[in-house]
């Protein structure tokens, strides 16, 4: 994904040197509101003489008898040539005007992919992060208490649970998590059984706004086994989006490895001590 917006944003600067070598602007690769504001200013300067001619020979034509008749200069004749070299000027500021919107609208895409760039990246190294702290710990249910308060970090959530499958292909809720500071909120919504059914089958993430609540149900998956789901709830002054189901599908990668190796430590420590409780007493 940053490797396209990169890219194209590539492709815009080049178009923007394009229109900056057009409009006679420094072909650097970037456009500035105050270099369209002074190649508009000239543009006008060179309309407002254009004018001024075509009033002046206009009077002396009109007006002005004795300029009329004792100067070599025909003012007829002047005006007859300013009038095309003003046309000339109006098809020339027109060309140039629609390069300089062009410009303008140029420059807007290459912020807007920039800004969605170093959103891009702020939301990987929030993900990173997040990642680095559920791996911390071995223990099973630390490693579901830190799932669920990383992914309501991430997406904003005022609640989250964490379900995992057990060995019968049931979920059941391992962990919670309810933001006690906004006590203005309604009781968090829980996903139905329906939900829960539809995302544990299709393990693509599901995303439901309502006019009172909002909620996302994230499959976690691991070698095309499900590990259990993730469910996120918010408001109605937050909505979930499709950018907070792809940062929880990919936040959910992580999540399996971490449970995976939680469940797999977990029944390690279980065996090592039912046989130490086997072992014959000395």
Not at 217 to 232: E, K, S, T, Y
Not at 251 to 271: C, D, H, P, W
Request: glycine share 6%; with cysteine; charged share 25%.
């Amino acid at each position: 994904m940053n490797g396209v917006a990169v890219s194209t944003i590539e492709d815009l600067r080049d178009q923007i040197v394009r229109e900056e070598r057009v409009t006679n602007l420094k072909a650097d690769g970037t456009v500035t509101e105050a270099e369209i504001h002074r190649r508009r200013l000239q543009m006008f300067l060179l309309a407002l003489v254009v004018l001024i001619g075509l009033l002046f020979t206009t009077v002396a034509n009109d007006v002005w008898t004795e300029f009329r008749d004792g100067s070599w200069i025909d003012p007829q004749l002047a005006r007859l040539v300013l009038i095309g070299f003003g046309i000339c000027c109006v098809l020339y500021v027109y060309d140039k005007e629609q390069h300089l919107k062009r410009l303008s609208r140029l420059g807007q895409d290459v912020q807007d992919l920039d800004a969605q760039l170093a959103a891009g990246m702020l939301r990987s190294a929030r993900v990173a992060e997040s990642t680095e702290i559920i791996h911390e710990s071995l223990e099973l249910d630390e490693v579901a208490q830190r799932v669920v308060d990383e992914a309501t970090r991430l997406v904003g959530a005022t609640s989250a649970s964490l379900r995992l499958t057990d060995e019968d292909g049931g979920l059941h809720p391992v962990a919670a998590q309810v933001d006690v500071t906004r006590p203005d909120l309604p009781e968090p919504a829980e996903p139905n059984d329906d939900l829960l059914e539809v995302v544990g089958n299709t393990h693509e993430p599901a995303l439901l706004n309502s006019g009172t609540v909002s909620m996302l149900c994230v499959p976690i998956v691991r070698h095309d086994r499900l590990l259990g789901l993730i469910a996120l709830g918010a408001g109605a002054d937050h909505r979930f989006d499709d950018g907070d189901a792809a940062l929880l599908g990919r936040f959910a990668v992580s999540v399996a490895s971490a449970i995976a190796n939680a469940q797999r430590y977990e029944a390690a420590v279980f065996l090592l001590d039912r046989g130490s409780e086997d072992l014959p007493a000395a």
